[in-house]
């Protein structure tokens, strides 16, 4: 079984099929892998925009700078 996070209801689904997929993250192996969406995305973000400062200061770029 997968699950799916619902943006808009902020619920965990257990079918895709009865929700937009649009306002659907997913899907994961659990549901507390589900329930925890929001954060794992968040944690996603955070380390990439981590790696994307890392490799502007390593080109000699300013990290702040959105067109490198």
Same mark, same amino acid.
């Given at each position: ?7 808009? #209801? =902020?619920?965990?689904? &257990?079918? +895709?099929?009865? *929700? ?9 192996? #659990? =549901?507390?892998?589900? &329930?925890? +969406?929001?954060? *794992? ?28």
């Amino acid at each position: 079984m997968t699950y799916w996070y619902n943006l808009d #209801t =902020r619920q965990v689904e &257990e079918d +895709a099929t009865t *929700s937009s997929k649009d306002h659907l993250m997913g899907p994961y192996p #659990t =549901r507390e892998a589900a &329930e925890n +969406a929001l954060q *794992s995305a968040a944690e996603r973000t955070a380390a990439w925009d981590e790696e994307d400062r890392r490799r502007a200061e390593e080109d000699g770029k300013d990290p702040d700078d959105d067109a490198w």
